[in-house]
């Protein structure tokens, strides 16, 4: 039997589920699903409801509220960008897209933090780790500085529905979506 460390996010999400007997939304809910050397997780995109074992955030058409990362979180939205707390750390991002490229850069969670993001690619600094993914069939994929190079590649996908949602949205999720990786 596996250890309890050796066990992912998702499957201890999945145990806490079951044990719990609540379900978290409906089962075929789209998903960010990220893919790291050792660990693997989803967001899973619930209505408006952004839901993993690490977040727990409801959306509206202003705002991410709820708990991040093991605090509280609150974000609002704008055109140009998002700003906030998580926990006691402020978020301050300037957002903006050119052409199809979402861009992002400014502070989050952690520290300092830029995101370029289109349908071809995928490079973000977080964590004091940069993510350099490139789209091949149906995901984002490539190394990430703070691994080995023997290392697997990190694999993230983002379903349809979540390109519907502002850019200031996209890439705040797309940060929650990374941020737990280097904790």
């Known amino acids: 039997m596996p250890s309890l460390r050796s066990w992912s996010r998702g499957s201890l999400l999945g145990v806490g589920l079951l044990v719990g007997g609540v379900a978290a939304g409906a089962p075929d809910s789209p998903v960010i699903a990220v893919h790291l050397p050792y660990e693997s997780y989803n967001l899973q995109l619930s209505g408006d409801d952004v839901l993993s074992a690490d977040i727990q955030l409801h959306r509206s058409a202003t705002e991410l509220r709820g708990r991040a990362l093991g605090t509280a979180a609150r974000l609002t939205l ?106």
């Open 78 to 183: 704008k055109e140009g960008g998002a700003s906030g707390v998580v926990g006691s750390t402020p978020v301050n991002l300037k957002v903006h897209k050119e052409g199809d490229t979402l861009l992002a850069e400014g502070g989050f969670v952690d520290g300092r933090v830029t995101l370029r993001f289109n349908s071809k690619e995928l490079h973000v600094y977080i964590n004091q780790c940069r993510y350099e993914l490139t789209y091949t069939e149906g995901w984002y994929e490539g190394p990430r500085s703070c691994d080995s190079r023997l290392a697997p590649p990190v694999r993230l996908s983002v379903p349809p529905e979540f390109l519907s949602r502002s850019a200031s949205e996209q890439a705040a999720l797309l940060l929650f979506a990374l941020a737990p990786a280097g904790r």
